[in-house]
């Protein structure tokens, strides 16, 4: 089979959720090493439960998904204030956009699919995420609140607006509700029309609580996990698939979404690929050169699914060409025996814990390897009015 096709991508799904349902707990779903195992020292956190359930509603295995929405519900929502904790023992209070982005994304994906509960959590993560995450004023979302929703943090990311797109697609795909695509497009404006086109296309992805960009945050802590210093080419790749998927759902997409995707995506490959050295590195600087060359999977998962999103909207032979490349690479280096994703690897391609430890979820994967068959008809090669 050659890598990316349709059969070798069907397999290697199914070797993946084969390891994946080991993440399963009493509280959701917990953080797996390298062999598959349950890391005992991590209780579940948010992130990975809504991720989890995300996947598997998007794949239909309900009786894990209905597991992931009862953990949402009965571990990890805040009774009292309303929204969820970051952490299933409650051991962190604050209430923050990124796991509300994934709380919303499941919720949202488990309706589609039909999962019990799920319409009810979507209300509830809607209207939690609308009423104390939304900013109408800066068009964007703020980024971590106390838990009693009294005290709002001064940082604004890019991130977490970045995955708030993603819900906001999976939310309105499962209401009809357009003024979610009408926030997206907003949040895109901001941080890819404007920022990002401002830096030569590599995106912004700190603020201060006016949003003035922060371009040296954390340059003493560069392998930050989610709060990198510099530029990360697999959130721009990230960006590029979000605004092709924003272009399709938009009835009266703006012009400028799909070309700004590509010029996400070659910028990304401008800087980061490396024709002697496979995969892509975490970061680079405000030039383009690698600052932490540590090879991530969900870098590489980001930048197949850019790549495919990209050729199936234009039909240009340079995205295609790139999957390709890409899937090949993910083929030999990133998939283990196992059917799991090597999280992390040194820039020699060994195997590396410099940022992460372990393998902790399957979404970056799930999502890349069933994008091409989601694209479907409706992302056919061709002009906007020929769909």
């Not at 497009?185 to 920022?195: F, K, S, T, W």
Request: aromatic share 8%; charged share 25%.
């Amino acid at each position: 089979m050659t890598p990316g096709d349709p059969d070798w991508r069907r397999e290697r799904l199914d070797q993946l959720l084969a390891v994946a349902r080991g993440a399963r707990t009493d509280h959701g779903f917990g953080w797996l090493l390298d062999d598959g195992s349950l890391d005992p020292a991590r209780p579940p956190e948010l992130w990975i439960t809504a991720r989890m359930t995300y996947v598997w509603s998007l794949v239909r295995e309900h009786d894990l998904a209905e597991h992931g929405v009862r953990a949402l519900r009965e571990v990890f929502e805040d009774v009292e204030h309303g929204g969820w904790f970051d952490v299933s023992d409650g051991s962190d209070p604050a209430k923050r956009c990124y796991g509300h982005d994934f709380v919303l994304l499941a919720a949202a994906t488990a309706s589609s699919a039909g999962v019990e509960g799920g319409s009810a959590l979507l209300d509830d993560a809607a209207r939690v995420h609308r009423e104390h995450f939304w900013d109408p004023a800066a068009g964007r979302c703020v980024e971590e609140w106390s838990r009693d929703w009294t005290a709002l943090d001064g940082y604004r990311g890019a991130n977490a607006n970045m995955h708030a797109v993603e819900a906001f697609l999976a939310t309105a795909a499962a209401t009809g509700g357009v003024d979610w695509l009408d926030r997206a497009l907003l949040i895109a404006e901001r941080v890819v029309g404007v920022d990002a086109r401002a830096h030569e296309w590599r995106v912004v992805e700190h603020f201060d609580a006016d949003w003035t960009p922060l371009p040296e945050l954390n340059r003493d802590r560069p392998d930050d996990p989610f709060r990198p210093y510099g530029a990360t080419p697999g959130h721009a790749l990230e960006w590029a698939r979000l605004l092709v998927e924003l272009d399709l759902a938009l009835a009266d997409p703006p012009a400028w979404l799909v070309p700004a995707a590509e010029s996400l995506a070659e910028r990304a490959v401008d800087d980061a690929l490396d024709d002697d050295h496979p995969l892509l590195p975490y970061t680079t600087d405000w030039d383009g050169t690698p600052v932490v060359a540590e090879r991530f999977h969900w870098v590489m998962a980001e930048a197949v699914s850019a790549a495919e999103s990209l050729a199936a909207r234009t039909g240009r032979a340079l995205h295609a060409g790139l999957a390709a490349r890409w899937w090949a690479e993910i083929d030999e280096h990133v998939i283990d025996d196992d059917g799991s994703w090597r999280h992390e690897l040194s820039p020699t391609l060994e195997p590396s814990s410099r940022t992460w430890t372990g393998r902790p979820d399957a979404y970056h994967a799930v999502n890349a390897l069933t994008l091409p068959d989601r694209l479907g008809a409706s992302s056919q090669p061709g002009p906007k009015g020929s769909r």
